[in-house]
Nanobody, 124 residues
Framework: QPQLVESGGGLVQPGGSLRLSCAVSGFTLDYYVMGWFRQAPGKERERVSC????????NYADSVQGRFAISRDNSKNTVYLQMNSLKPEDTAVYYC?????????????????WGKGTLVTVSS
């Protein structure tokens, strides 16, 4: 059974950094596009970033471009999200998800598998 487990969230001060990890099992990561999404209190879930199966293509939301970096290590069945220069508006539950199409990840409309999320709080 497919499982995605996020970790690395926590409380960080504005301007700080965190690295999220998403460990996957139960399916072959090599074949899947992976994405990070987030949902802030009272807001809709939004796409943060996507990465294709080989890691050669990435996409970022305008709000995180230049601050966040997505990467993957298929040999470790893990996807990462490095978050730098964090702002209070980055506070949200962050989810990783998997799909077979890059455009599906960018639209966020048809992800096949989801993790349960990890909370990131940016506050002084």
């Amino acid at each position: 059974q497919p499982q995605l487990v996020e970790s690395g969230g926590g409380l960080v001060q504005p301007g700080g950094s965190l690295r999220l990890s998403c460990a996957v099992s139960g399916f072959t990561l090599d074949y899947y596009v992976m994405g990070w999404f987030r949902q802030a209190p009272g807001k809709e879930r939004e796409r943060v970033s996507c990465i294709n199966s080989s890691g050669s293509r990435t996409n970022y939301a305008d709000s995180v471009q230049g601050r966040f970096a997505i990467s993957r290590d298929n040999s470790k069945n893990t996807v990462y999200l490095q978050m730098n220069s964090l702002k209070p508006e980055d506070t949200a539950v962050y989810y990783c998800a998997a799909t077979l199409g890059f455009s599906r990840c960018v639209s966020g409309s048809a992800m096949d598998y989801w993790g349960k999320g990890t909370l990131v709080t940016v506050s002084s």
